[in-house]
């Protein structure tokens, strides 16, 4: 069956711009996770949606970050007024449930804020 | 707070030999999961082998296994019969009941031929 996908795969856009990610999990995985990863480092947490609902947002680094699942399937990473800080590469993450599943990973989306 | 440890940025290893990488972590928590993700430069995080921190048995998945030391906290993996295509950045991860995964920085695996 299809895996995780995330749209677009890269995105370039300019310091102060806003900008979606997009990931849609795989059909019927109830827990969704969102990670940054920065060039030779490992994936860090920043969000985590169990069904609609942020479960845990403790990892958004700061209020210009937001996430949303509406309808418990696709979720929407947002970011508002980029800064060059915020080059990297998007994870997501699905799972079927949030307790010690395997979480099966999407492609990423590599932002670079110019 | 947790903390997962990679004190190996890079490992290299010849085809058909077998190369051990090492992650030790920190948590007051007894029971949780551990796991062993590989990256190539797809960037598709793949995951190469999972242990319960309950069960004492090590997993093992064809190629790989893993030496779990609870009480040292210390959970290696083992790559048998080194191939070309498990040249890739290998990650440590570890999560507890319903949370996310708390990745190492990596250890990056160079197979030669």
């Known amino acids: 069956g299809a895996g995780v996908s995330q749209t677009p795969s890269n995105k370039v856009t300019e310091k102060g711009k806003y900008v979606e990610l997009r990931c849609d999990p795989i059909?019927?995985?109830?827990?969704l996770y969102w990670y940054r990863q920065s060039l030779g480092q490992g994936p860090e947490f920043l969000i985590y949606?169990?069904?609609?609902?942020?479960?845990?947002d403790s990892g958004l680094p700061n209020d210009r970050f937001f996430a949303v699942r509406p309808e418990g399937s696709v979720s929407t990473l947002k970011i508002q007024r980029t800064e060059r800080g915020d080059s990297a590469v998007y994870l997501c993450?699905?799972?079927?449930?949030?307790?010690?599943?395997?979480?099966?990973f999407g492609p990423g989306t590599r932002l670079t804020v110019l | 707070a947790q903390t997962v440890t990679q004190s190996q940025p890079e490992m290299s290893v010849q085809e058909a030999e077998t190369v051990t990488l090492s992650c030790t972590y920190d948590?007051?928590?007894?029971?949780?999961?551990l796991f062993w993700y590989k990256q190539p430069p797809s960037r598709q995080m793949i995951l190469v082998i999972r242990?319960?921190?309950?069960?004492?048995q090590n997993a093992t998945e064809n190629r790989f296994s893993v030496n779990f030391q609870k009480a040292a906290k210390s959970f290696s993996l083992k790559i048998s019969d080194s191939q070309l295509g498990d040249t890739a950045m290998y990650f440590c991860?570890?999560?507890?009941?319903?949370?996310?995964?708390?990745f190492g920085k990596g250890t990056t695996l160079s197979v030669s031929s």
């Open positions: 993450a699905s799972s079927l449930e949030g307790q010690g599943h395997e979480q099966f």
């Open positions: 949606f169990q069904g609609t609902g942020a479960a845990d």
């Open positions: 948590t007051s928590e007894n029971n949780y999961y």
């Open positions: 059909s019927g995985h109830t827990a």
């Open positions: 991860a570890f999560s507890q009941a319903g949370t996310a995964l708390i």
């Open positions: 242990q319960e921190a309950y069960k004492q």
